[in-house]
Structure formats: structure tokens, C-alpha cells
């Protein structure tokens, strides 16, 4: 693949992220499921999630401002600093920047149109977790404290952030300590996020507290309006995933499976994929990559299991991985330091995949660029699944009906 169609196809990514950044930007902000989401405080008592809304809540009095707009205000501040995160390292570490530019990677959120305050706090939040965890300079009772403490609050914005925040701490804690009985020992120090998750289970809402919540909220129009959120009961919805939820005649399951399976790839081979860029040519390590994503897939099965916004969720398993790449990249832990059972399923991978594919650097930016997207929103519309090409498509159109 010449540089000059790599460079067009940046272009084209950016250009589209732009488009829809704007266009969430200049719409008037409504009382969507994700921002009713964000509202949910503890105005009616301890509830889980409710952290956000107390924070919006204080905003709103304060300011004497709809709440809603302090939301949007709130993520593109969020979106900046996360999209800061990853500029900074790819810069200051001369990365090979392709991966991250794939349509289903940093763009992602913003093409789907669910720019949310959760979703990026945690993402935010994960980035302070590993950099205190894999940090030399923060050690013993402070730094198990501070891990403490950012794990509570992660939880308090949404529980399922103790599904990704614990195991990756243990992973990362387990890979550059040799002690194992101190990692054991270390595991006791984060009852408190145990304790705090149990209690968001239990206080998980009534229907009472999801009609009253609004109320608090002096400055929201239309305040009538309930979160369901809170009234919604956790049930076994994998096997729907599969047969009766669809998108237009196609299965979710069967369409998040071929997506891991596309991500698996990518990242097993991630030192392929470098640019034509001769100051940014280096990469993650493969092995710590695929191991940090199985791991972080294998331990939020419990919500796999009882929720269907799967494409968010490995949307945030593979950010928490490159994050978790990118910092131990930052503190040189290589391959070589882990211990020998977790390089075996790269090894594994390896093998499975380059008997059906030669994996070179053209076919696996083929894949990045051209590859599935789980879920995008174009104009009104909400796709099942689209990638780059469909998207250019998409966007030809609309701009020849405007033309002709």
C-alpha cells in the first residue's frame, strides 16, 4: 500500500471523526439514554451511578445552567484530554500511529454518536489507574491508597468499571512484581472496591428513585421525563444476543465475534502495522497487547452476559489495552519479563492465524482500514455495522443529491 493512499485514508477517517464531532457539538443536547444516564444522583439516596449526577447536579445549581449542556460541555472536555492521551504518546515515543487511526479505534465513539460523560470518565480515570500502578516514583501504602481510590470512584460512575480496573491492575501488579506473595497480599488492599461494588449491587435503584431523580434537577426542561436505567433488572440475555436481537437480519453476536476475532489479528501482528513514517516506526509489544486484551475480554463476561451495548464495551476493553501497552511500553517492560504461560496465547494465535492468511503489512492495513465497525450512526440513521468503504459511499451520496 503506497504512502500516498495511507495518507488519503487518515484524511478520509479524520475528515469523517471531524463531521460528527461537529455535528454533536452544534445540536441541541436532549435527554437521550446516555445523558439520562449521566443525571442519575444520589438525591433519592445511595443508588448505583449516581456519582455523576451529583457532580452535574452541584454544576447546575452552581451555574444556574441546564444540566444538559454542562454534560456536553463536560465530555468534549473528556474527548479532548483522552484524544491529548494518545497525541502525547505517539509523539513523545515515536509510535507507528496506524492501529489508532482505524475507524473502530480512537474514532470510534465519536462515528457512533455516543459521545458519553461514563464512558470517557472511566476511560480517563483507567489512564491515572495504570500510570499509578506501573509508576516507580508512587510505591507501597500511597500508591495502594491512590489505586484505591481511583477504582471507587470508577465504580461509583459505573460498576461495570470494576471488571476492567480490577483485573488489569492485578495483570499489570503480577507482571513487574517478582513477589508473588506480595501481589496476594496486595489483592486484601482493594477490599474497599469489593465492598463498593457489593454496594452498588445491592442499592442498584428502584422505579421509585428513576421517576423522582429528575426533580432534583431545577434547571431541566421536560423533567418528566424518567431514567430507566435505575428500573432495569439484570437478566440472561446472551442467548437473544445471538437468535432474537438483530440488526436488519444480522445476528449481534455473530457480528461481535467476527470483530474480536478482526481486532485478535491486528493486535497479535501490531508490530506489522507501522507507518511509512521513518520517525514513527516504533510499536507495542504484540504479546503484552493480546494478553492485556484476552484477560480484560475473559473477566467482563458477567456483562457480556446481561447487557447487549456490546460494541461500547470492547470498545473499552481495547482502550484499556493500548493504554496498558502504551504504559508499560513508557516503563520499557518487555515481553521478555512476563512470565512464560502468558506469551502463550500470542504464540498460539500466531500459528492459528498465518495458516489461513500471510499477515504483511498491506493486507493488515486492509483489514484496519477496510474492516468492521460494530456500530455507526450516519446522519439519522443507525448502521448494524459499516467500515471505511461504506462509509465513503455514504458520504458520496449525500454529497451528489445535494449536487445533482
Request: hydrophobic residues 55%; charged residues 10%; proline residues 4%.
Amino acid at each position: 500500500m503506497k504512502k500516498s493512499f495511507e495518507i488519503t485514508l487518515i484524511l478520509i477517517i479524520t475528515f469523517t471523526t471531524v463531521i460528527h464531532l461537529l455535528h454533536y457539538i452544534l445540536e441541541t443536547p436532549t435527554l437521550d439514554y446516555f445523558n439520562s444516564n449521566t443525571l442519575i444522583n444520589y438525591s433519592q439516596g445511595f443508588v448505583r451511578r449516581g456519582l455523576s449526577g451529583e457532580l452535574i447536579l452541584l454544576l447546575s445549581n452552581l451555574l444556574g445552567a441546564n444540566p444538559l449542556y454542562i454534560i456536553k460541555a463536560l465530555n468534549l472536555i473528556l474527548v479532548a484530554s483522552f484524544l491529548l492521551y494518545f497525541v502525547k504518546s505517539i509523539v513523545k515515543y515515536h509510535l507507528s500511529f496506524y492501529f489508532f487511526v482505524f475507524p473502530f479505534v480512537l474514532p470510534f465513539l465519536i462515528l457512533d454518536d455516543i459521545i458519553n460523560f461514563k464512558d470517557f470518565f472511566t476511560l480517563i480515570l483507567f489512564i491515572f489507574l495504570v500510570k499509578t500502578a506501573v509508576s516507580s516514583k508512587v510505591h507501597g501504602v500511597l500508591q495502594l491508597v491512590l489505586l484505591n481510590i481511583i477504582s471507587i470512584v470508577a465504580i461509583l460512575n459505573h460498576e461495570m468499571s470494576f471488571f476492567i480496573f480490577i483485573p488489569a491492575l492485578l495483570m499489570i501488579k503480577y507482571f513487574i512484581n517478582a513477589s508473588r506473595k506480595k501481589n496476594v497480599a496486595q489483592l486484601f488492599f482493594l477490599l474497599p472496591s469489593f465492598i463498593v461494588l457489593l454496594l452498588c449491587i445491592h442499592y442498584s435503584g428502584t422505579v421509585t428513585q428513576a421517576n423522582d431523580i429528575l426533580t432534583s434537577y431545577k434547571n431541566l426542561p421536560n423533567n418528566h421525563l424518567k431514567i430507566d436505567q435505575l428500573s432495569d433488572k439484570a437478566t440472561f440475555l446472551l442467548p437473544k444476543f445471538f437468535t432474537t436481537i438483530t440488526w436488519n437480519g444480522f445476528s449481534r453476536g455473530i457480528t461481535s465475534i467476527f470483530y474480536i476475532a478482526q481486532i485478535l489479528i491486528l493486535l497479535t501482528f501490531f508490530d506489522k502495522i507501522k507507518t511509512s513514517f521513518k520517525r514513527y516506526q516504533n510499536t507495542l509489544d504484540p504479546s503484552v497487547l493480546v494478553m492485556a486484551y484476552l484477560v480484560l475480554l475473559c473477566c467482563f463476561l458477567p456483562i457480556f452476559f446481561i447487557a447487549y451495548d456490546w460494541h461500547r464495551f470492547l470498545f473499552l476493553i481495547l482502550m484499556s489495552t493500548l493504554i496498558i501497552g502504551i504504559e508499560m511500553h513508557k516503563q520499557e517492560i518487555k515481553s521478555n519479563s512476563l512470565p512464560h504461560f502468558a506469551l502463550l496465547p500470542m504464540q498460539l494465535l500466531k500459528k492459528l492465524i498465518s495458516y489461513f492468511i500471510v499477515p504483511e503489512k498491506s493486507l493488515l492495513l486492509i483489514i484496519g482500514f477496510f474492516g468492521l465497525i460494530p456500530h455507526v450512526a450516519m446522519g439519522n440513521t443507525s448502521y448494524p455495522f459499516s467500515n471505511l468503504y461504506l462509509i465513503i459511499l455514504n458520504y458520496a451520496t449525500k454529497v451528489t443529491s445535494v449536487l445533482f
